[in-house]
DNA sequence: TTTGATGCAAATGTTTTGCATGCAA
DNA sequence: TTGCATGCAAAACATTTGCATCAAA
């Protein structure tokens, strides 16, 4: 068996570049519209394969909220994710590493724990202000 | 506006039971073929609309995974779930409360966080058993 | 009787895939 | 030239929904 060779691909790095600019966690679709700036006849089809390419090497991160649709994230340093109640909008938190949880989890169980995912969840300051000021955040 | 009555169903009265009786977190389809037996002319929407209603009325608990469809819970006591990487099961963990990693979330963080969703993931000891004796635990 | 619940099928939303063509190497 | 990546469309899934009918109250 011969090793498949990656061969560069503008449509790859166009999608590649906008996640590592953006804090937004995009679904497939808001990539898609994105790059279809670029790449007007880009498929829906490429950007989930290139997504799921990307995953696969180890060079963007895929978040399963609990939303339906998955998000994407270049933002490979270790950090944990803040989902709003509200407007679903997926924030990066700024903590303390919670690595012990995993001990914790492997105290009475039999089996080996290797990690966690762990999403938080709440009202984010933009929808709390909104809410104070009767204007409700529209954002989805 | 007159509030809805819910009415006896004995579908609904099935998919209850059987969530109770069992350790296994079924997805819907899992559920709908088990109360199928009972009930063999039960559609799949009526087993969706059901846990739905049963989700919304806080009688059971909906688990997102990170592998596409939905798993169910009727163990409404704080617990947190383990997924195996290599048989997919959902086991239950039995350990101590880890809430104060919220109160470390919000040490940065401008919002409100109320909670947070947590899974372990490793390997599950009939899968590392397996592995010794090259006889992989063929469960999906 | 009234009206919520059901069965069925169609529709929806997300993601994957087959295939002929395009393009990087 | 070779064969991976693409565009397109169809397929595959998971889940929801419209509607006529059933059945609980």
Redesign the interface.
């Known amino acids: 068996m011969t090793t498949a060779v990656t061969k560069f691909s503008r449509q790859r790095e166009s999608i590649k570049e906008y996640l590592m600019n953006t804090k937004e966690h995009p679904t497939a679709d808001a990539i898609y519209a994105k790059v279809r700036e670029t790449f007007p006849n880009i498929s829906l089809g490429t950007v989930y394969r290139n997504l799921h390419f990307l995953v696969e090497h180890g060079e963007i991160i ?1 978040l ?3 939303d339906g649709s998955d998000h994407f994230d270049a933002d490979l340093s270790p950090h ?1 994710h ?1 989902v ?2 509200c407007c679903s909008r997926i ?1 990066d ?4 590493p ?1 690595e012990h ?2 001990t ?2 492997n ?22 202000l909104a809410a104070e000021h009767d204007t409700p955040n529209g954002q989805e």
């Open positions: 895929k399963s909220c609990m944990h803040f709003c109640k924030l938190l700024d903590m303390e919670i949880i995993n914790l989890a105290a009475h169980f039999k089996g080996r724990i290797e990690g966690n995912v762990t999403y938080f969840y709440g009202i984010c300051e933009e929808c709390s």
